[in-house]
């Protein structure tokens, strides 16, 4: 398929043997990854890789979703390399030092790295670019990206942070055992329809309290209040997170639920399964999290996660000795 004949609604990208094959042969002669810390220099090296060398049709599809997104706000690329042997899932989801190839890594990184420089959070997974997105056993009853047990609501990712990603990446390494566990997506595009005129007018005004997360408990961060709702009514985007947000009055607190009401009706949900790589617009959608059962034997379900920001100039002050780590909020935030 080229990019001239992409329909606006495609999202299942479906590399062929050959375009499989072509990434692998190219990650295949990229040097180890040190996933603790990945060198500023050696990620450089990986974009300039990914823009001179990497197969032209994949490229040529996921920079179409850049320039002309779809109304779904994803894309799902299928067949994608991933590693032929996986240790056991890590228990604590950090980095393993038993895993010694990089395909699912690399993946992430040059196809992402098509769409933005890589951001990291100092704060987020101890400042690590590439996650891993696995169940924690102490942290089942938690909706976070690490529990099980309870639904993971819509949120935008990094939803608190002034300088969220643009896009964010999750690439299957390995499904749970019941094939549950669903990554929900949903998008404004679609979405705004369904909204009332009055909410959408409520949604556009700082009327919404979101509480930091977990991560930025450290830093006695306080709430900030935001819209949730911007841009026009052809290309909405949204700031949103249903378990940290509060609407401020009553009628914000109707418009969130109009809002939600309408996500759940363009949800698209699926189960992310090994050497398939979902790619969000984190501006116009929202994901989760369904729930699943676990069974803590090294075989759960394992995800790799990276953030991408389409233009880092706006932040260059805030990165962390020209890498692409964002320094921590509460060194730079202005109380609100
Ligand atoms: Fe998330």
Redesign the pocket.
């Known amino acids: 398929m080229t990019t001239s004949n992409m329909k606006m609604n495609e999202t299942i990208i479906q590399l062929t043997e050959t375009e499989r094959r072509g990434m692998e042969q190219l990650i295949d002669q990229l040097p180890p990854i040190d996933v603790h810390r990945i060198p500023a220099d050696h990620l450089r090296h990986v974009i300039k890789v990914a823009n001179d060398q990497f197969p032209a049709s994949i490229r040529e599809r996921i920079q179409q979703f850049q320039r002309n997104p779809n109304r779904k706000g994803f894309i799902k690329l299928t067949n994608v390399p991933v590693d032929s042997s996986l240790p056991p899932t890590p228990k604590d989801a950090k980095p393993t030092t038993d895993k010694h190839t990089y395909r699912s890594e690399y993946t992430l990184l040059m196809t992402l790295m098509l769409l933005g420089d890589p951001i990291i959070y100092t704060e987020e997974k101890d400042g690590i670019l590439i996650n891993n997105i696995c169940p924690i056993e102490t942290d089942g009853d938690t909706t976070e ?1 690490t529990g099980s047990k309870k639904f ?1 609501d819509f ?1 935008t ?1 990094n939803a608190y942070h002034p300088f969220r990603p643009d896009y ?1 990446g999750l690439v299957g390494l390995r499904s749970d055992h019941d094939g549950l566990a669903e990554t929900p997506v949903a998008s404004i595009i679609e979405a705004i329809q369904h909204v009332p005129e009055t909410a959408i007018a409520i949604l556009e005004a700082p009327l919404f309290r979101i509480q930091p997360t977990k991560m930025f408990e450290q830093q006695h961060i306080k709430a900030r209040t935001l819209p949730v709702l911007r841009g026009s009514r052809e290309e909405p985007a949204m700031t949103i997170h249903f378990s940290l947000m509060k609407g401020v009055s009553e009628d914000a607190e109707w418009a969130l639920e109009c809002l939600k009401n309408a996500l759940k009706k363009v949800v698209v949900s699926q189960v992310i399964q090994p050497g398939e790589l979902v790619i969000m617009d984190n501006r116009v959608t929202v ?3 369904s729930t699943f059962h676990p069974r803590f034997d090294g075989k759960d379900r394992w995800l790799q996660r990276m953030f991408v920001i389409e233009n880092i100039k706006p932040i260059q002050h805030l990165l962390v000795d020209f890498t692409y780590t964002c320094a921590p909020l509460g060194d730079w935030i202005e109380p609100r």
């Open positions: 990206h993971f949120h990712e964010l994901h989760g999290r």
